[in-house]
């Protein structure tokens, strides 16, 4: 599998209407982000491992953006033409802490809480991804990037008015509604149709 080294995980909250909405939130006036670590990067078949500490892990599955070169003030158009990969992506959060912690570094930062599948091609148009997460075959997920609030090249552009993006950077781009719990032993996939996939088994840390 190539490698995936970022710098950092650069992750949109809220991005899709029915996923803020489904958490009683409104959706932001601008693009609402947080980072999770690259110590929670695991990849197509390994285990994510639920904390004791947690009683509500949650999937969240999403289309994963891989910056191929530096962005500092990009404008949307600059940030779009950086894109070089696409990868699915589960970013799994312990929601009752996020909800208890107020910030959401823990919640979001477990080891095994950043799921990335093959890096797949970029295709002619962002805005037609299409995004399906299921758990134990059922599907339990489905967006478009379309449905987006902001759009990858606005969130690039965004997020890099913030901090310099580096090549190998992963901007995980927001939840569609749907969003459930996970148990020990059921496998929760992620895929972008034609383009990357993920699935991981689910067990309880010891
Ligand atoms: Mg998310």
């Known amino acids: ?57 949650e999937y969240e599955g999403e289309i994963g953006v891989v910056v191929g070169r530096r962005l500092r003030r990009a404008t949307a158009d600059e940030a779009r033409a950086a894109v070089s ?34 890096i797949g091609d970029v295709p002619d148009s962002l805005t037609s991804l299409t995004l399906s997460c299921r758990v134990n075959g059922t599907v339990r997920q489905e967006g478009c990037a379309r449905d987006m609030v902001f759009d990858i090249p606005a969130l690039l552009s965004y997020i890099s008015d913030i901090m310099t993006l580096e090549a190998g950077d992963l901007v995980l781009t927001g939840t569609p509604g749907g969003v459930g719990t996970l148990s020990p032993g059921d496998v929760v996939e992620v895929e972008i149709a034609g383009v990357s996939r993920v699935s991981n088994p689910v067990t309880r840390d010891e």
Request: hydrophobic share 40%.
């Open 85 to 118: 990969g696409i990868a699915a992506a589960n970013d799994v959060t312990a929601r009752d802490l996020q909800k208890s912690d107020g910030q959401w570094t823990r919640a979001k930062g477990f080891d095994t809480f950043c799921a990335v599948g093959l």
């Open 1 to 57: 599998m190539p490698n995936l080294a970022p710098s950092k995980i650069v992750c949109v909250g809220r991005n899709y209407a029915a996923h803020a909405r489904e958490l009683g939130n409104d959706v932001p006036k601008e693009p609402l982000i947080f980072l999770k670590p690259p110590s929670s990067i695991i990849r197509h078949g390994e285990s994510i491992r639920l904390p004791t500490v947690s009683k509500q892990v």
